[in-house]
Structure formats: C-alpha cells, structure tokens
C-alpha cells in the first residue's frame, strides 16, 4: 500500500456493533478479575480509544496505565521489531496485568511485551484485543478476550491510524485503494 496513493474508506464495523463488542468484553474481565488486583496497560497510539471505553464498562475497579513501542515503516508496517519508548509508571510485580490492544497483527508486539512485562514477575499477564488478524499472526499468540476476527484488510479509525491520519473517527473502516480505472470512471 503506497503512502501517495488514493483511498476510500469502507465502513467494517459501526458504533453499535463496536460497542456490543466492548460491552462483552468488558463483561468476560470484570468476571475474571473480580477481586483481584488489575492493572490495564494501554499499548500507545492505537488502544486509547478502545481502552477508553472498556474501562468504563467495567463492573470492578482497575488501574490503567500505557506503554509506548516504536513504530517503523511508511505507515502501513505494525512493530516488527519491538522497541519500548516509553515505559509504564505503575508498579506491575505480582499484580494481574491485562495488555489492551486495538490490533494483533503480526503478534510481534505482543511476543514483545510479554517478554518485558514477564521480566516483573506479575500474578498474571493476558492479552485483550479489539480486533485480530490470524492470517497475518507471524508467532503463536493467545488473546484472552478478542473482539473482532478480521481479515487480511487494513483497517482505520476508533483508534488505529493510517499515516497518523483517522485515529478520531468513532466507526472502524478499511482502507480501498481507489484505482486509476475507478478514478478515471467516476471523474466522467
Ligand atoms: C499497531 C497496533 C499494535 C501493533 C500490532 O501499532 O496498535 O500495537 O501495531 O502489530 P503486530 O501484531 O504486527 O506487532 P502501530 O505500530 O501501528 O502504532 P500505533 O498504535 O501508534 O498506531
């Protein structure tokens, strides 16, 4: 996918069907979780917005802290190789670690923060997901609460960016690269 190329957006799941999602899972956690002691890391840029909403579904107390990795590529590249930019505040050692994160794509990110949190000797660490990728997973991966199984599509909005572009946008959408044909047809 060429940064300079045209897009259409294409709306894959709306408000509704988003908010059914997070509503489950905020029901499986505060189920799981009750009476322990939790604390949810926000994985920056992209699980703000789902984690945002998630804690405030949830029937039981929580902590909420983020961890920043670095992003390489032109835009369109997840992690690759993970590198944390920015460390958590709160202390994680034998407490109940849940890591929210928008997409499971590749799972290198995630292979990647279980190593660094695994290093503090939580409780527990799981993974919840908004959306997962399995086709595009490169390690094995195990999410806990998964939202949405999506295809191989690039998807944006509630969150996740294209270039840094579309975070804000309330729905989620894939990006279709509009072809010169189509162009040409619709500018008649
Ligand atoms: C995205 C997403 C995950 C990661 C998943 O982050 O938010 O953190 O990629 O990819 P993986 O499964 O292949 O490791 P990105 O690097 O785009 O940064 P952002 O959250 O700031 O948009």
Do not use: W
Not at 120 to 146: G, N, T, W
């Amino acid at each position: 996918m060429a940064v300079n190329s045209r897009y259409d957006l294409k709306l894959l799941y709306s408000r509704e069907e988003i908010s059914t999602v997070v509503n489950r899972l905020a029901a499986n956690i505060s189920n799981d979780y009750d009476g322990k002691d939790l604390i949810i890391i926000g994985v920056l840029k992209g699980a703000v917005i789902f984690l945002s909403d998630l804690i405030r579904e949830l029937s039981i107390p929580a902590e909420i802290d983020f961890i920043g990795l670095s992003s390489y590529g032109d835009g369109v590249t997840s992690c690759g190789e993970v590198k944390i930019i920015a460390q958590p505040t709160a202390p994680v050692t034998g407490r109940h670690i849940l890591i929210t994160e928008d997409i499971v794509d590749t799972g290198l990110c995630i292979e990647g923060l279980l190593k660094y949190f695994s290093a503090f000797k939580p409780a527990s660490i799981k993974i919840c997901a908004l959306m997962d990728k399995p086709s595009r997973h490169q390690v094995p991966v195990e999410i806990a609460y998964a939202g949405f199984t999506i295809p191989d599509k690039f998807v944006v909005g509630y969150g996740l960016d294209y270039a840094q572009r579309y975070r804000y946008l309330p729905q989620i959408y894939t990006l279709e690269e509009v072809s010169d044909e189509g162009q040409l047809a619709s500018d008649d």
